[in-house]
């Protein structure tokens, strides 16, 4: 048992865990935040994506230890109190989503990818590749590709504007 | 996942400690590979040591005329290092295909080499620019690093602190990626070196790890050309043989991409 | 909020759950106390079980039971069923043998449970299992279905000799054979699909939760059907009574046919809550998916086409070979004959059809529906053949197929169905215009140029949903109705709630579901909430599969609202004295025709629930419920055209242009019907590429994770070029023919009558990996050379 602490979406926690627990384990599990999938394995489905220190990691490929001391963003934290974030809004635009269960981990590697590329930067096969981690068996991604261009877009122009 | 206890190493002294005391110890260097490995149970060890937080192995620098990656460096951070692409443009292009965007995040150059999994991409950097591997008791060549399927040189207290990569003259990259895992079913890594030596090296391919291609090489060196490779057929005798490819195919794919790393490197 | 009715492309009112992270997925339940279950499985696909020693996992920290199929018997469980009777054409019924959710003397299968640790932690029930031992006699294995009914196969289970279960029958075999005495050309193809692992991105789960104080179980779990989950527990399996089982399905995260089943291991926990005194929740990890969800399809056929002289098509003959798996699945029988046989004439006019279909045990996971089920199988073999025989009497595949479409309704085949209504030129004509077949040529010569081989593939699907009516399918063997409930519960303020015995694993029926209520009453979509998946809180229903939710569970939906709208409208005739006749309803008002005369929706319903002042007679109250039972199957068809290139040097096939054009009939949600074709068009080209379930000689499993089994991804895909080309189903009262599978039914043979195309071999199997592909390209460029 180690004590594991972490912000999680911004709030300081800490709980003592079995040192074999996972990241997705702790925050599913330990912190009741069960917006964070499990689909497979062996890392490839991405729907335990979050953000360890700004940055996309598969949290059922990572010791909650390992995240000892870190930033911690999920699903959960992405939005504010209200409404929706520009790419979570434009999965609903653009039905990017079905059964939801994948969706939680591609809006975290979209928000990765946007990221990386910078805002107004990605087009389709850029999107289609980056996307390579995340599985969805219900979409055909066709609509979560158009989400994913769409909210990079708009937050493109979400920049320019408070420049 | 069975039971373990987690450390994490301020330096390599204190890495090299941990593990020596431990029972059955392992170094965590990302864990991409060891992790899931561990979840299917197939691994146990007692003890892992986390070395990713070591700052003297984290870091890409450039060394006269190396460049020089600490062995804890993410396959994400080389992939867009501005000094890898300038200088081994394979180099980086290879650390961009590892995985997908959330594996590159975590894994690592030294975790990957002393893994040394046969469908892994980095062996073929590391032979294909004749790289050296640092660790923490001595210096090897890439090609004494690597002995075969899952196995290296090194020691089991023995970590990987850097490697070090001659700058090339032209490199290239080109990987037939597995449609499952995207792990490389072929993989060729080829430079050309400044004294107009050439490297031809695959991962995914053979069954014991990493191979050159001395044909390809003799070829490539008199002329530097797609076309010098692209009718070479290979012995497909110590190639892979799995559900996903037969060894005749295999050495096919060795064919095309050699010859499309060729192309690439211009 | 504006009122979004039939045919809008109204958003999705589950979306924001799912996209803040507050789904509710069985895995996100907890209950107080609960315990984890972990399975001890089978490392052998066929052995027999010579002792299980359960001691040590008893003395392990935090264990509270550990159970086998020894307890499981004595407590009265019963096996697992098949819910389909099939007669073999001698009249013999199916042979089916015994199914225990845990095995105490032979396991068939990799992965088959023997036994059940339940304790405080999952990593505790795991470490747990592992040291469970059984002892096994290993015994010989067969995987391959034809070689299953071979003289040398081991004998899977004493009631089915040779392991045939049933040989089955349809058609006129005479009519066949004259057809092909007198035929100008045949037609000959030897087809195999692909077996396949269904893999929703949720696993299965369940939380089984047993009161002692009431002998009453609950059980949460990922289910597509849970009426029908309790109905087999407790009528079957004698887990409980039906009134002492709550079973929820809450949001589940994909279905695909996998998730209609009960498995032995949700039946499991339940039992084992009561074993051990303390919920149980098991979760499935991917692996287990891989090794214990039903597949779907593996069949081996050899299919026959016989043409006249006018290249019309005379006669059909088709004999088929279908691996059930271990053990027969819930539907199992039902997928390789009466969802697959019966669509063996295509969108043809076909005379004479003869098919038979000879069902194997192999030492193979359990076979079952998965999206399509029978369907696909159908329509790759007739559409394979339809491609090949245009081929080989020289005419263009789009020309051969409209010579000889069925053009007049209701058409009668030879093979029970009749399609109702339907216009294939028009979905055909639509598809080549937007595929630009006509410059197929000149984009070919341009891929050449550039050193790839271009081909173009056409397939004409149809198929069959919303199984019905009840009658007529329980006369050819189904064990239960296939009919659909629904309840409209209108609230004193004007809120509606509709209660549905269909579920939602991903369709969106929170959102159609209100859109027939919108488009009823005339509210807006946030007076509307949709009730499913508990059966506590809806009466009963049959659940969603086989593209049934629209035509069947929706007409249930209409035929209750039918009944509040006429009782809303007495109400208000009486409130403002006028006739009945003259109450028209709009934007949320109940007004008298031709007067200023109106009351709100909400005033309406509060008198029903006030009951100061209703008609003489009437029951107070604004709540009304109904079956509705189909008059028949509904038949969705369209064309689909796939142009593909393939790379010489390795084979890959990269598809560059996919058209599909649909006929659903009424289409209630674009948006949601769109994604319902993208979805199902994927898992189709996975098939037709790139999946492919394989074990080896001695049944282990090879494609055990997502690390071997390769699952389409984003870069595997194109984006779509959809139409839909409405014609109405005469059917239900919406018009609606279904659209969940047609994606999954109509791609595979698109895909592969490109490649085929391209590459001017026609000898492929699915999948077309590019090992296979490449092979195939260079041996027939060797071919032609000599």
């Known amino acids: 048992m180690s004590k594991v602490s972490m912000v999680l979406n911004g709030k300081a926690v800490s709980a003592d865990v079995e040192d074999r627990t996972l990241l997705v384990s702790f925050i599913r599990e330990v912190r009741q935040l069960t917006g964070t999938h499990v689909g497979c394995d062996t890392s490839q489905c991405g729907a335990c994506v979050v953000h360890v220190d700004g940055k996309a990691v598969k949290s059922c490929t990572m010791l909650a230890a390992q995240a000892d001391g870190a930033e911690v963003l999920t699903i959960e934290g992405l939005a504010g109190d209200s409404g929706l974030h520009p790419i979570q809004a434009a999965f609903r635009e653009h039905h990017g989503l079905q059964c939801g269960f994948c969706t939680p981990g591609m809006v975290m590697s979209a928000l990765d990818m946007i990221n990386r590329h910078g805002p107004g930067n990605l087009d389709e096969q850029t999107i289609r590749h980056e996307l390579e981690g995340n599985i969805c068996r219900c979409t055909g991604y066709h609509n979560i590709v158009k989400a994913i261009k769409a909210a990079s877009d708009q937050m493109a122009g979400m920049a320019q504007a408070a420049e | 996942m069975y039971e373990t206890n987690y450390h994490r190493a301020g330096s390599v002294a204190d890495a090299v400690r941990m593990l020596t005391e431990a029972e059955d110890g392992k170094f965590l260097a990302g864990g991409q590979t060891l992790l899931p490995t561990m979840k299917q149970r197939l691994a146990a060890p007692s003890d892992l040591v986390d070395i990713t937080k070591i700052p003297d192995m984290k870091g890409i620098r450039e060394e006269g005329n190396q460049i020089v990656i600490g062995a804890a460096t993410p396959h994400a951070e080389v992939a867009a290092s501005a000094l890898v692409k300038s200088r081994l443009p394979g180099l980086a292009t290879l650390a961009g295909g590892i995985g997908d965007p959330a594996v590159r995040h975590m894994g690592t150059i030294g975790g990957s080499i002393a893994n040394n999994d046969p469908a892994a991409d980095y062996p073929a950097a590391l032979v294909g620019l004749g790289a050296s591997v640092t660790t923490s008791k001595r210096t090897l060549a890439a090609e ?38 995207r792990y490389a079913m072929a993989g060729v890594f080829v430079a050309r070196h400044a004294d107009g030596s050439v490297r031809v090296a695959v991962t995914g391919a053979g069954q014991s790890g990493v191979f050159r291609v001395d044909g390809m090489e003799d070829a490539l060196a008199a002329n530097w050309s797609p076309e010098a490779v692209a009718e070479m057929s ?4 110590n190639m892979l043989h799995d559900v996903h490819g037969s060894a005749r195919y295999r050495a096919n794919l060795v064919t095309v991409m050699a010859k499309r790393a060729v192309a690439a490197a211009g | 909020m504006a009122v979004e009715g039939i045919g809008a492309r109204a958003l999705r009112k589950e979306d924001k759950r799912f996209l803040t992270g507050k789904g509710r997925y069985t895995d996100d339940m907890v209950a107080p106390g609960m315990g984890f279950a972990a399975f001890v499985r089978s490392p052998h696909a066929h052995a027999r079980i010579k002792g299980i020693d359960t001691s040590a996992a008893l003395a392990m920290p935090g264990v509270d039971a550990v159970l086998t199929g020894d307890q499981l018997v004595g407590d009265g469980i019963g096996n697992l069923i098949c819910g389909w009777m099939i007669h073999s054409k001698d009249g013999t019924p199916m042979k089916m043998g015994g199914w225990r959710a845990l095995e105490p003397e032979i396991v068939r299968y990799v992965g088959q449970a023997v036994a059940v640790v339940i304790a405080d932690t999952l990593g505790q029930a795991r470490d747990a299992a592992d040291v469970v031992v059984v002892d096994y006699e290993e015994l010989p294995a067969v995987i391959d279905a034809v070689a299953a009914m071979g003289p040398d196969a081991p004998q899977i289970h004493p009631e089915a000799e040779d392991n045939l279960i049933f040989d089955w029958e349809i058609g006129d075999d005479a009519a066949v054979n004259a057809a092909f005495e007198k035929a100008a050309h045949v037609t000959r193809l030897n087809i195999r699909n692909n077996r396949l692992a269904p893999n929703p991105m949720e696993p299965r789960a369940a939380l089984a939760d047993y009161d002692s104080a009431e002998e009453h179980y609950t059980l949460h779990t990922t289910s597509q059907n849970p009426h029908v989950a309790r109905l087999v527990l407790s009528a079957f399996y004698n887990v409980a009574p039906e009134h002492k089982l709550r079973v929820i399905a809450p949001d589940v995260g994909g279905g695909f046919g996998t998730k209609i089943y009960v498995y032995p291991e949700e039946m499991v926990c339940l039992w084992a809550s009561k074993r051990a005194g303390r919920p149980v929740k098991w979760v499935c990890d991917r692996t287990e998916a891989f090794l214990t969800d039903a597949h779907g399809r593996d069949h081996q056929s050899e299919a026959e086409l016989a043409l006249d002289a006018d290249k019309k098509i005379i006669g059909l003959r088709v004999k088929t070979v279908a691996n059930i798996g271990a053990y027969m699945s819930l ?17 043809y006019d076909i005379p004479a059809i003869h098919a038979n279909v000879k069902a194997v045990y192999t030492n193979t996971t359990p076979v079952d529906a998965y999206r399509g089920a029978g369907r696909p199988e159908a329509t790759y073999l007739i559409e394979r053949l339809m491609e090949t025989a245009a081929r080989e009497v020289g005419l263009s595949p789009a020309e051969f197929r409209r010579r000889n479409f069925v053009r007049t309704f209701p058409h009668q085949t030879p093979v029970i169905m009749c399609y109702d209504a339907g216009d294939y030129d028009a979905t055909l004509d639509a598809a080549l215009k937007a595929a630009d077949y006509d410059g197929f040529a000149a984009r070919k010569a341009d891929a050449a140029a550039r050193g790839k081989l271009r081909g173009i593939g056409i397939s004409c699907y149809i198929e069959a949903c919303g199984i019905a009516p009840s009658a007529a399918v329980g006369s050819l063997g189904a064990g239960v109705g296939l009919w659909e409930s629904a309840e409209v519960r209108v609230n004193p303020i004007g809120t509606i709630e509709v209660l549905t015995g269909s579920h939602s694993h991903g369709q969106g029926h929170e959102t159609t579901f209100s859109q027939l209520v919108c488009e009823r009453f005339g509210l807006d979509t946030d007076s509307v909430a949709i009730v499913h998946g508990d059966t506590d809180k809806v009466q009963f229903g049959m659940g969603t599969y086989g593209s049934r939710s629209g035509a069947v569970g929706m007409s249930a939906v209409v035929k209750a609202l039918d009944k509040v709208e006429a009782k809303a409208k007495k109400i208000a005739a009486h409130l403002m004295e006028a006739s009945e006749g003259d109450i028209q309803i709009e934007g949320g008002e109940l007004k008298v025709a031709g007067t200023d005369k109106k009351l709100s929706f909400t005033e309406v319903a509060l008198a029903a629930y006030t009951a100061h002042n209703l008609p003489e007679g009437m029951e107070p109250g604004l709540k009304e419920g109904a079956f509705y039972d189909p008059t028949n199957f509904t038949f969705p068809a369209g064309t689909y055209v796939c142009e593909v290139e393939v790379d010489p040097e390795t084979g890959k096939t990269e598809i560059v242009n996919f058209v599909a054009a649909d006929d659903f009939g009424k289409v209630i949600n674009p948006m949601i019907v769109e994604g319902q074709v993208h979805g199902g068009l994927v898992q189709g080209i996975g098939q037709a590429l790139l999946e492919n379930v394989t074990y080896d000689d001695n049944g282990q499993l090879l494609t055990a994770s997502f690390m071997d089994y390769a699952m389409p991804r984003a870069d595997d895909v194109p984006f779509f070029n959809l139409s839909t080309h409405e014609t109405l189903c005469p059917g239900n009262p919406l018009g609606i023919k279904g659209c969940g599978e047609a994606g999954a039914i109509g791609s595979p043979p698109a895909v592969i009558n490109a490649i085929t195309d391209a590459i001017g071999s026609n000898d492929l199997t699915m999948p077309a990996k590019p090992e296979k592909v490449w092979a195939l390209y260079h041996s027939s460029m060797k071919e032609a050379a000599e």
């Open chain 2, 144 to 181: 004494d690093f690597f002995i075969g399927m899952f196995d290296t040189a090194l020691d089991e207290d023995e970590i990987v602190i850097s490697v070090a990569f001659p700058a090339a003259e032209k490199s290239a990259y080109a990987k037939y990626p597995n449609p499952a895992s």
């Open chain 2, 234 to 237: 290979l012995d497909s005798s």
């Open chain 3, 331 to 347: 539907f199992s029988s039902a997928v390789p004959t009466y969802l697959y046989a019966t669509l063996l004439s295509g969108q």
